[in-house]
């Protein structure tokens, strides 16, 4: 069996935004059939929350929205020579960590048809539920191109990953 695509999505601590994406994401990529053929993880540029769980506001939009809660997530900070075949920058600021490390990010929004000017993923750490809600429909509105994206590279033909 050829090598799973590999997507990372990348936020600040790893308990709100990335895991809320890697969700979203996980289902889009199963409702297009391509369960098997994609695995997508989640990370942070911070070490600050190491360990936690996914924030239980993040938690409680994902139920509201038809999600997995995404139980079971260990925030977890991203290192030099985590390689993806596809890393997802939730904000500028994500993206220019990321180069630092040698990672070459694509921002999340970038696939979203409709974003126009700043393509950061709003924060919600700091806001109520409102602030998760619109957090989610900005994922949610970027699942659909970056499944497109995939399923156009898995069609071009590329060499299985060693190791």
Known sequence: MPT????MVVCTGNICRSPM???VLRERFADAGLADRVVVDSTGISDEEHGNPVDRRARAVLQAGGYPT???HRA???RAGDER???LAMTDAHARALRRL??????FRSFDPAATGDLDVADPWYGGAQDFEDCLAQIEAAADG???HVRTELGNARPAKNG
């Open 4 to 7: 799973p695509y590999s997507v």
């Open 21 to 23: 994406a890697e969700v």
């Open 70 to 72: 995404g139980d079971g």
């Open 76 to 78: 977890r900070q991203v």
């Open 85 to 87: 075949d596809l890393v």
């Open 102 to 107: 040698d990672v070459e990010p694509v921002l």
């Open 146 to 148: 970056i499944v497109d």
